[in-house]
């Protein structure tokens, strides 16, 4: 029974993002639902992603949090449009809250959106948004362990975009057992080894978006 209720509140979801899918297509808007834990370097990413990209692309983000704006004031910050959703304490984004959002978002003066969900490895993955793609930001010190026990993000990922890579000398973490076992979840996963810190590697990972859309 319990299994049946999750269904279809999955389904309707999936219904929802489709409709928010449609709206994008319509203004030619490339979307990104961007996932990891709390403390992963996701707005950091955020940030790095603009600085590097925005004179190529018009970019806009949506950031979600269960509380608080700290994050949307970091993006404002860079110049880009941005729209903050406080889940309340919901632990991911759904379709229906960035629906709720979008008449803020000003869809035709962009080329890629992109959603920063709530810090969570879990379920962020399940519900779709009406993203063109999902991506994770996994910090390197949260273990290589993370791939097997939090399959499914690693899954609906198409990039993993590795973090604080500089802090891999003071860490005991077998990065190629985690390359190893993410891209066994998911042979099609690109991997950016990164640090939002010092700047390494991210050049890469802008030149990989920026060719996406
Ligand atoms: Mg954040
Ligand atoms: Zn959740």
Known sequence: MKVKVVTRILEANERLAEENRRKFRESGVFVMNLMGA???GKTSLLEKTIEGMKNRK??????????GTDDAERI????????QINTGGACHLDANMISEVLPDVPLGELDLLIVENVGNLVCPAEFKVGEDMKAMVLSISEGHDKPLKYPLMFQESSALVVNKIDLLPYVNVDIDKLKRDAVSLNPALKIFEVSCRTGQGLEKWI??????N
């Not at 018009?58 to 509380?67: H, K, L, P, T």
């Open 58 to 67: 018009r970019i806009g983000v949506i950031e979600g949090d269960i509380a």
């Open 76 to 83: 404002n910050s860079t110049g880009v449009p941005v729209v």
């Open 38 to 40: 709390p403390g992963a």
């Open 207 to 212: 030149e990989w978006l920026n060719g996406l």
